[in-house]
């Protein structure tokens, strides 16, 4: 009898539920994140991406059923009809930047200098409006010709001078390259949530479309950029520690209630991590800068009910013991270059873990490397359950086949007896 779509996605829900449970599924489940992997599959470019969503969303789609993964992780490119609009600093993506078929690059600027802590603590819309938007985007910067907000008052006079600010030509400009930006990314979410529908229609769980990142990441990745926060840890510690509290009150406010909102059957919660691993600061300089808020925002995301999809970029392997101050059954670790061998010593019986074929395995290795390598993470990370198999990480210009063999191997051969 042939099932139903609702009946292998409550099957692949369960499975990975009871992964993430910390309990023995029937098998290990599989997760792929698609990323630019589709267009490696289907033959389109890296390109179609940003900008032909219709064949983009129909090559996700065959390759989700065409692997039949039990998680499916789609990642979102804004259109680039939308960044060429808005003129963004920092990115280049597909053949604004970089060649049509190679992966979109963000540059670390420091958008936020040394001296500028105050003024972000002190007044951070105003500052993020006047001061870092026209930074890093280009059709922004005339906005660095408003009046600061808090010389408008308290009364009605405030919104005469704010109007007659916005009537300045380049300003006017701005708020008219905003609205078609807000028009066309308005009609580009309407499309991804009803792909999103119908991807779990066809009976395949997927992540949640939101994400939350920890508070140092926000300031090294987007403001003051990798050298300048970690020059702050030395130089400027008590300001880097506020402006972490401050970012770590907005993404409680308002980062992970909307991917509440957005949560519709998919609880998934994706995080990456960044600059917490062992190479980029000291487990003195983790537990001080680091790790405090980012438990926070994990415990919070747990909080809304939702499950934190953490992704380990880099090697945690020294800082493994702390994730036991997790909340136990309730969060996947995704790890990559950290001894998953390790973490399963570790973390066995409190956290879920996810990976970690190598991805330089899927792109140049032969299908027994593949088959011997989830073999040996079933027998050992699999153990007792717990387990969730995917790639370490981009799986961009993986070869189909070897990555159709680390599918159907694992479920062939990760059935728990």
């Known amino acids: 009898m042939n099932k139903t779509p609702e009946q292998p996605y409550k099957e692949r829900e369960k499975r990975v539920n009871d992964a993430i449970q910390l309990k023995t599924p029937d098998r290990v489940p599989v997760m792929i994140e698609l990323s630019y992997f589709p267009a490696t599959y289907t033959g389109l470019t890296f390109e179609a991406a940003w900008y032909d969503y219709d064949r983009w969303l129909d090559a996700c789609k065959k390759a989700t059923l065409d692997y039949q993964p039990d998680l499916v992780h789609i990642t979102?490119?804004?259109?680039?009809k939308v960044l060429e609009l808005l003129d963004p600093k920092p990115l280049r993506w597909p053949g604004?930047?970089?060649?049509?078929?190679?992966?979109?690059?963000?540059?670390?600027?420091?958008?936020?200098?040394?001296?500028?802590?105050?003024?972000?603590?002190?007044?951070?819309?105003?500052?993020?409006?006047?001061?870092?938007?026209?930074?890093?985007?280009?059709?922004?910067?005339?906005?660095?010709?408003?009046?600061?907000?808090?010389?408008?008052?308290?009364?009605?006079?405030?919104?005469?001078?704010?109007?007659?600010?916005?009537?300045?030509?380049?300003?006017?400009?701005?708020?008219?390259?905003?609205?078609?930006?807000?028009?066309?990314?308005?009609?580009?979410?309407?499309?991804?949530?009803?792909?999103?529908?119908?991807?779990?229609?066809?009976?395949?769980?997927?992540?949640?479309?939101?994400?939350?990142?920890?508070?140092?990441?926000?300031?090294?990745?987007?403001?003051?950029?990798?050298?300048?926060a970690m020059l702050d840890m030395y130089r400027q510690p008590d300001k880097l520690l506020e402006a972490c509290d401050r970012i770590l009150q907005g993404t409680l406010e308002r980062a992970i209630p909307a991917a509440k909102e957005k949560r519709r059957s998919s609880r998934l919660l994706f995080m990456g991590l960044h600059r917490g691993s062992d190479g980029f600061m000291s487990l003195k300089q983790f537990e001080t800068f680091y790790w405090p808020t980012l438990k926070k925002v994990i415990f919070a995301v747990v909080g809304a009910g939702l499950i934190p999809c953490v992704f380990f970029e880099g090697n945690w392997t020294a800082r493994l013991e702390y994730l036991l101050e997790l909340p136990k059954g309730k969060t996947i670790g995704r790890f990559d270059l950290t001894d998953i061998f390790k973490a399963k010593e570790v973390l066995k019986g409190h956290l879920c873990i996810m990976g970690n074929v190598p991805s330089s395995l899927l792109q140049t290795g032969a299908l027994k490397d593949v088959r011997d390598y989830c073999k040996n993470l079933i027998d050992v990370v699999g153990k007792g359950g717990g387990f969730i198999m995917s790639a370490g990480s981009s799986i961009d210009e993986a070869k189909p086949d070897n990555l159709k063999e680390m599918v159907d191997f694992t479920k062939e051969y990760g059935v728990y007896r």
Request: with cysteine.
């Open 96 to 228: 604004h930047g970089v060649s049509p078929n190679h992966s979109h690059q963000y540059l670390e600027l420091e958008n936020m200098k040394a001296d500028e802590y105050d003024a972000f603590l002190d007044d951070l819309s105003d500052y993020i409006l006047r001061v870092h938007l026209p930074r890093v985007c280009g059709a922004m910067e005339p906005f660095k010709m408003l009046p600061p907000l808090s010389s408008l008052g308290y009364s009605y006079r405030g919104a005469l001078a704010l109007a007659e600010a916005l009537v300045k030509p380049e300003v006017a400009a701005v708020i008219e390259t905003l609205q078609k930006v807000g028009r066309e990314l308005g009609n580009w979410r309407s499309k991804m949530d009803s792909f999103g529908d119908e991807i779990e229609k066809l009976g395949f769980p997927r992540y949640n479309p939101g994400t939350a990142q920890p508070p140092f990441d926000t300031i090294s990745d987007f403001l003051r950029g990798m050298q300048g």
């Open 76 to 80: 979102p490119f804004f259109p680039g």
